[in-house]
């Protein structure tokens, strides 16, 4: 009896967790395989800052499978460990986040909360952009052939698009 309350209470403390956060979109990315898209999200909780210890969140909208957009799934492993997982660590300032994507660890993403709402910043062309896309183009299964980054100029709010030939 004392597991089951106990496994009970910690059920409603999780859940309760879960409820108390928000979602909140960074960027995305497509590519010419198909058209499920990748999201990538911040994890803000009920105190209205991003989540220490699980800051980000990726999954897949399933657009091949349902054109509502309805269908989601998760990174699977091989994902996650090598074609679009990521790492993120509290910046020594304490005031943002960095964030690094496995395939394309050259580009640092800074995550943060601005007024209220969650930024991804990225060099775009040289220039602090909020990082909205990324698209990457390719031929076959394995490493892409080029990576489009899209975003919006911090400074000049104008749109940014640079072309990325990676290292084969």
Request: aromatic share 10%; glycine share 6%.
């Amino acid at each position: 009896m004392k597991r089951a309350t106990l496994i009970l209470s910690l059920c409603l403390v999780l859940s309760g967790l879960a409820l108390a956060q928000s979602a909140q979109p960074l960027f995305l990315i497509e590519r010419t395989k198909n058209i499920n898209k990748l999201y990538y999200e911040a994890n803000v909780a009920k105190n209205g800052e991003i989540n220490a210890k699980n800051p980000v969140r990726a999954f897949w909208i399933m657009w091949a499978k349902d054109s509502t957009g309805q269908t989601t799934e998760p990174l699977s492993f091989l994902e996650k460990k090598v074609a679009y997982g990521y790492n993120v660590e509290l910046d020594s300032s304490g005031k943002h986040f960095n964030m690094t994507l496995k395939p394309f660890k050259e580009r640092l993403i800074k995550i943060y909360l601005q007024e209220g709402s969650a930024r991804a910043e990225m060099l775009i062309n040289g220039q602090p952009s909020y990082f909205e896309k990324m698209y990457i183009y390719s031929k076959g299964d394995s490493k892409p052939d080029s990576i489009k980054l899209y975003g919006t100029g911090i400074e000049s709010g104008s749109s940014q698009c640079e072309l990325v030939i990676p290292k084969k």
